[in-house]
């Protein structure tokens, strides 16, 4: 995780520096997902990183409300020799998502988000979903909303120990469904 520490407005772009355990060992020109939107490191110093965030993403995604002191997932990228766990996940956020419940488990914590329609058939039972960058299984699904659980270690590593009902979060639905289903409305047009 890491802190922002200051945000800069430049016309229609935030400059957001970081504070993180990772700042240190990152480069210039370096992807890193921050709450799952791949961003590019545009300069570094000892405990800090600095990021551009331009109007397309900040109209997509919750980066558009960041504030100093706000607590973000990070994320580097993986290489060619990384063991590829979890499900592929590009930091390219579809959309934002809703909180709309969170219940304590005593263990773990099970967490609702809302469906928008318009999504709907991109989340299935026990599929992937990535919120915050992290990514996670959907427990349960209804027509408007869906369900993860939240393991006691993901809970502590993330900034998911913040989250409130009523904040939004950043989602990335699952790659292959998204080719899935792109791939079959050309073929229902035809």
Same mark, same amino acid.
């Given at each position: 995780?890491?802190?922002?520490? #200051?945000? /800069?407005?430049?016309?229609?772009?935030?400059?957001?520096?970081?504070? #993180?355990?990772?700042?240190?060992?990152?480069?210039?020109?370096?992807?890193?997902?921050?709450?799952? $939107?791949?961003?590019?490191?545009?300069?570094?110093?000892?405990?800090?990183?600095?990021?551009? @965030? $331009? +109007?397309?993403?900040?109209?997509?995604?919750?980066?558009?409300?960041?504030? %100093? !002191?706000?607590?973000?997932?990070? /994320?580097?990228?993986?290489?060619?020799?990384?063991?590829?766990? !979890?499900?592929?996940?590009? !930091?390219? %956020?579809?959309?934002?998502?809703?909180?709309?419940?969170?219940?304590?488990?005593?263990?773990?914590?099970?967490? =609702?988000?809302?469906? &928008? /329609? +318009?999504? +709907?058939?991109? %989340?299935?039972?026990?599929?992937?979903?990535?919120?915050? !960058?992290?990514?996670?299984?959907?427990?349960?699904?209804?027509?408007?909303?869906?369900? @993860?659980?939240?393991? &006691?270690?993901?809970?502590?590593?993330?900034?998911?120990?913040?989250?409130? &009902?009523?904040?939004?979060?950043? $989602?990335?639905?699952?790659?292959?469904?998204?080719?899935?289903?792109?791939?079959?409305?050309?073929?229902?047009? =035809?």
């Amino acid at each position: 995780m890491g802190i922002v520490t #200051s945000i /800069e407005t430049i016309w229609s772009t935030k400059r957001v520096t970081v504070t #993180s355990p990772i700042s240190n060992g990152l480069n210039v020109d370096q992807s890193v997902a921050h709450d799952g $939107v791949c961003l590019t490191v545009v300069s570094t110093n000892e405990n800090n990183h600095v990021i551009e @965030v $331009v +109007a397309e993403t900040l109209s997509k995604t919750t980066l558009h409300s960041l504030t %100093v !002191g706000q607590t973000l997932n990070l /994320e580097m990228s993986i290489t060619p020799t990384t063991l590829l766990d !979890g499900h592929i996940v590009q !930091g390219h %956020v579809d959309t934002t998502l809703k909180c709309l419940a969170i219940e304590d488990l005593n263990g773990s914590w099970k967490m =609702k988000f809302d469906l &928008p /329609e +318009a999504y +709907a058939a991109l %989340v299935i039972p026990h599929g992937s979903v990535c919120l915050n !960058g992290v990514s996670l299984t959907v427990a349960h699904l209804d027509p408007s909303s869906f369900d @993860v659980a939240i393991i &006691p270690y993901t809970f502590q590593h993330t900034n998911f120990n913040l989250l409130q &009902p009523g904040h939004h979060v950043n $989602v990335e639905f699952d790659l292959i469904g998204k080719y899935l289903l792109r791939q079959y409305q050309l073929q229902k047009e =035809k």
